[in-house]
C-alpha cells in the first residue's frame, strides 16, 4: 500500500506562482510513474502533468510551458511548479501514482485509473 500526501496549495493571485508536493510512503517510488491531476468545480478531474520513472514528461496544453513537473526519488517525492497562475487554474489538485496504466505517456486531459491517489490540496487563483 503507498499513500500520498500532497501539501502546497493556497490562494494566490493571477500571474502568481506556487509549488506542490506530493511525499509517498513506502521504498518503492522510484518505480511509480507519477502525475498531476486536478478537478475544477463542476468539472471532470483531468491529468495536467505526468513523469515516468525515468524521468520523461508530458503536459497538458493548457499548462504546457508554464507548470513543470519534476521527482526526487531519494525523499519519494513529486513537485508541480506552478508559475503565470490564472483563475482557470483554480481546483483541488491531486498526485497519483501509477504502474499498471501507462502513467507517464497517457495523453493528457482525461481521467484514469490510478493505483493510488492523494487527498488532493485546493489551488485557488483570485485577486
Known amino acids: 500500500q503507498v499513500q500520498l500526501v500532497e501539501s502546497g496549495g493556497g490562494l494566490v493571485q493571477p500571474g502568481g506562482s506556487l509549488r506542490l508536493s506530493c511525499v509517498a510512503s513506502?521504498?518503492?517510488?522510484?518505480?511509480?510513474?507519477m502525475g498531476w491531476y486536478r478537478q475544477a468545480p463542476g468539472k471532470q478531474r483531468e491529468l495536467v502533468a505526468e513523469?515516468?520513472?525515468?524521468?520523461?514528461?508530458n503536459y497538458s496544453d493548457s499548462v504546457k510551458g508554464r507548470f513543470t513537473i519534476s521527482r526526487d526519488n531519494a525523499k519519494n517525492t513529486v513537485s508541480l511548479q506552478m508559475n503565470s497562475l490564472k483563475p482557470e487554474d483554480t481546483a483541488v489538485y491531486y498526485c497519483?501514482?501509477?504502474?499498471?496504466?501507462?502513467?507517464?505517456?497517457?495523453?493528457?486531459?482525461?481521467?484514469?485509473?490510478?493505483?493510488?491517489w492523494g487527498k488532493g490540496t485546493l489551488v485557488t487563483v483570485s485577486s
Open positions: 513506502g521504498n518503492i517510488f522510484s518505480l511509480f510513474a
Open positions: 497519483a501514482a501509477d504502474l499498471t496504466m501507462g502513467l507517464g505517456i497517457l495523453p493528457c486531459g482525461y481521467n484514469y485509473d490510478m493505483d493510488y
Open positions: 513523469i515516468t520513472s525515468g524521468g520523461v514528461t
